[in-house]
């Protein structure tokens, strides 16, 4: 085992992305030892997933990527550290231009990753695109044996806060395109949630989460059933990892949402459009249970495609019925 102490990590893309990243610790801990200490450059939103973490050391904070080192004292912070103590690795997942300076500026013996090496991308999966940024530097039976894993906060204390109950089913109708201008076309229309919602057990508890700031996404879907409780812009990120983790199932569009279910073994329900599922839908591993539902039109997936700009009926995710979601969840069990 080589004497690696101290490894810098990269990655300040959106909840999912940096949920894309988590099987690194789990590998370099494999190859260097439980001791190591990881640190992280993220952005102050996403690292929320850290908070109960023991894996990861340190956070660095980054909210503006593209301020210039000289007038970025988060960044200042970053390379100090590094100068005062060198970092034996530094792995960068971030391909934007805007961190080649701070990549460049950052002291390392080693240093892996865009801006470093000449990154030869082979695989489909974002995952698995993110193991090929540090497959130099872990053996491949322990980059094998690793994947995405959360940490959340106690579940037991958030039950007993929340009253939760001891079995229920979560729905994120919500994603992180909801404020963005035009169609979003990741969405299942409201009409279509209202209808699941109503064909489900009248027994089965669901639970509906959503980020603060995202309420008025929810109106139209309201009232709810007596079975449904509403959790949205009400709980943390790392108490909703542990709400996902205790849930039966996950019914999702492809959003932060999925990954964190898929990360934490919960069977998640992904209901997909233009995105391309192969490449950033919920990661399947030997542990947990993915199951993707499409419209299967032909002209998907179109994600930022010209087809996908003159689209404006959002027919992929329309034509999703919600007895074809119903219909999954029996067939899984979810449903008895």
């Known amino acids: 085992m080589q004497n690696i102490k101290k490894i810098l990590i990269i990655r300040c893309g959106a909840l999912g992305d940096l949920v894309y990243s988590t099987s690194v610790l789990d590998a370099l801990r494999l190859e260097y030892g439980e001791d190591i200490k990881i640190d992280f450059v993220s952005t102050p939103s996403s690292s929320k997933l850290f908070e109960y973490d023991k894996r990861v050391n340190k956070i660095f904070f980054l909210k503006h990527k593209k301020i210039p080192i000289f007038f970025s004292s988060q960044k200042k912070a970053i390379i100090n550290e590094s100068k005062k103590e060198p970092y034996d690795i530094l792995i960068n997942f971030e391909m934007g231009k805007q961190f080649k300076s701070l ?12 801006f470093s090496e000449n990154i030869n991308i082979t695989k489909t999966h974002m995952v698995e695109i993110c193991k090929e940024f540090y497959s130099s530097i872990v ?20 039950q007993e806060k929340l009253s939760l109950p001891n079995e229920y089913i979560i729905i994120s109708p919500s994603n992180s395109h909801n404020k963005k201008k035009g169609i979003n076309y990741r969405a299942w229309r409201h009409e279509n949630w209202k209808e699941f919602l109503n064909l489900l057990p009248k027994e089965m508890k669901i639970v509906v989460i959503g980020a603060k700031g995202e309420e008025h996404f929810f109106e139209p879907l309201k009232p709810y059933n007596s079975n449904v409780i509403d959790l949205v812009g009400k709980i943390s990120i790392p108490q909703m990892v542990s709400i996902i983790e205790n849930a039966k199932a996950l019914v999702v569009t ?3 949402t999925a990954h964190i279910a898929s990360a934490v073994n919960t069977s998640v329900f992904c209901l997909i459009g233009p995105t391309p ?19 299967g039109l032909e002209c998907s997936p179109c994600y930022k495609t010209e087809v996908m700009k003159a689209c404006k ?9 919600a007895k074809m979601v119903i219909d999954e969840l029996i067939k899984s069990k979810v449903i008895v």
């Open 313 to 321: 009926d959002n027919l992929c995710m329309k034509n999703i019925s």
């Open 277 to 295: 599922a192969v490449q950033t839908g919920p990661y399947k591993t030997p542990f947990n249970e993915v199951t993707i539902i499409s419209a």
């Open 103 to 114: 990549v460049e500026n950052i002291v390392a013996n080693r240093k892996i990753g865009w």
């Open 139 to 158: 053996s491949k039976e322990n980059l094998g044996n690793s994947f995405p894993r959360l940490i959340g906060e106690n579940f037991e204390k958030i």
């Open 254 to 256: 492809d959003t932060g």
